[in-house]
């Protein structure tokens, strides 16, 4: 099954306590992406990469990092979290056999940080 | 850069009333654009998608937009909603030649049996 794949869905940790969200695709996809969903803003892009060791930032990139070192793998790391990083987090990703922009997304991770 | 606007934070309905919900954006380009579901604690579906040609397009449960080149705009349209769409919309753009999608803030829908 066709699938992008996010461990943990639930999270609750402290502040500077560096922590890892993984990311999944099975697709064989070039494009991945997080986001993060926050109440009346929407969803945001935090960072994206095109293919393997090719990142970039989106819009909200302050505070996490991100690494591409195989194609199905996009991990989400948070070096210090700080409570205004307390959101929910969707990791996506695209390839162009799909439609540029028609975008696949994992159930989403919840992270509370106290 | 490219910016989505969604005309309503929360849509109250009764099952059986049409829905419509209104997405415009500002763009100078060629678009794609998306409509997006979220239902309660699950992650974003999509819903249906113009990429070109008739700008009326179907989607997945009954749900249809429209595509007004020239308003910019991608309406959600659907003419019975039942007690299972309540939901979050999200209508989204990217350029045709880019990967990176713009979303709007989302329309919460709930619907009343």
């Known amino acids: 099954e066709a699938q992008v794949t996010q461990n943990p869905r639930y999270l609750i940790t402290v502040t500077g306590k560096k922590l890892t969200v993984t990311c999944s695709q099975n697709m064989n996809h070039e494009y991945m992406s997080w986001y993060r969903q926050d109440p009346g803003l929407g969803l945001r892009q935090i960072y994206y990469s095109m293919n393997v060791e090719v990142t970039d930032k989106g819009d909200v990139p302050e505070g996490y990092k991100v690494s591409r070192k195989e194609k199905r793998n996009f991990p989400l790391i948070l070096e210090s979290p700080s409570p205004n990083q307390t959101s929910l987090y969707f990791c996506a990703s695209s390839g162009a056999a799909s439609g540029r922009g028609e975008q696949f997304f994992g159930p989403g991770t919840r992270l509370t940080v106290l | 850069a490219q910016s989505v606007s969604q005309h309503n934070h929360h849509v109250i309905l009764s099952e059986a009333a049409s829905l419509e919900l209104g997405c415009n954006y500002s763009y100078g380009g060629t678009v794609n654009l998306f409509w997006y579901v979220q239902y309660p604690g699950q992650h974003l579906q999509l819903l249906l998608k113009?990429?070109?040609?008739?700008?009326l397009v179907k989607g997945i449960k009954g749900f249809e937009a429209e595509f007004i080149k020239s308003k910019f705009s991608f309406n959600l349209r659907k003419p019975s909603v039942q007690w299972s769409d309540t939901a979050e919309y999200f209508c989204?753009?990217?350029?045709?030649?880019?990967?990176?999608?713009?979303f709007g803030a989302g329309t919460t829908v709930t619907v009343r049996a």
């Open positions: 113009y990429f070109s040609g008739d700008p």
């Open positions: 989204a753009v990217n350029s045709v030649n880019d990967y990176k999608l713009s």
